[in-house]
């Protein structure tokens, strides 16, 4: 084994603690927000049977509300589902599992990160958190203070902030990216093919032609991204 490799492999373990102790805190997420719904006070007078008659949804860049009567609790549930079906598959893939990865971490010295999702997630919601860091040290250093939206419950606002991820994936990501790109780069058109294709991109249209690419890329997020933001 070379050095390199086994200067690696030494890196691997306090690397891979770091990734379990974050799993394990993305994993408590799931019963924590059960209880702040559906045990805690956070909404005062506010319950999980708050009955709520419309749901805000961002789709193609237009933001817009559907008429729907439906519970908190039950809304709740639905998304809950949704993140911890997303939170299992991305366990599994999508070449290698999770445990898979961080053994070749271990044994190999092989930090094959974007073979597994969860992993991958890790690396980059770490490197928001400490980008996210500077830019409010740098806020505060200039003076500059940032004013938390107002909210008029707590427990509605946290209902549409553990909505609001994936309305923005399926409804900006999916639709206004994943969909073009899928379109100007892949060789064959159906609904099964797409499914693979938004499961692991890079396998299944590793042919792309990134002249073609980047254009639609910069131009989707230039005409939508900054709009909504604003």
Same mark, same amino acid.
């Given at each position: 084994m070379s050095s390199q490799n086994k200067i690696l492999q030494g890196l691997s373990i306090p690397h891979t603690a770091l990734i379990s102790v974050i799993l394990c805190l993305m994993?408590?997420?799931?019963?924590?927000g059960a209880y702040l719904v559906f045990s805690s006070d956070l909404g005062d007078d506010i319950t999980f049977e708050y009955p709520m008659d419309r749901l805000s949804l961002f789709l193609a860049g237009i933001g817009f509300e559907v008429p729907m009567e439906f519970e908190l609790g039950d809304g709740f549930?639905?998304?809950?589902?949704?993140?911890l079906i997303i939170f299992t598959i991305a366990l599994l893939g999508p070449k290698k599992k999770f445990v898979a990865v961080l053994q070749s971490m271990i044994y190999e010295g092989k930090y094959a990160v974007h073979d597994n999702y969860i992993i991958a997630t890790i690396k980059w919601f770490s490197v928001l958190v400490v980008v996210s860091g500077g830019i409010l040290a740098v806020q505060e250093f200039f003076g500059i203070s940032v004013i938390q939206p107002e909210a008029p419950n707590q427990l509605i606002q946290f209902f549409d902030i553990s909505l609001a991820p994936i309305i923005e994936e399926f409804g900006f990501r999916v639709i206004l990216i994943g969909l073009p790109?899928?379109? *100007?780069?892949?060789?064959k058109m159906s609904f099964r093919f797409l499914m693979k294709s938004l499961w692991w991109p890079s396998q299944n249209l590793g042919n792309a032609?990134?002249?073609?690419?980047?254009?639609?890329?910069? *131009?989707v997020g230039i005409l939508f991204g900054s709009s909504h933001v604003f």
């Open positions: 994993f408590l997420s799931f019963p924590i549930i639905v998304i809950w589902c949704t993140f790109l899928f379109m *100007i780069c892949s060789s032609n990134m002249k073609k690419v980047l254009p639609v890329i910069i *131009i």
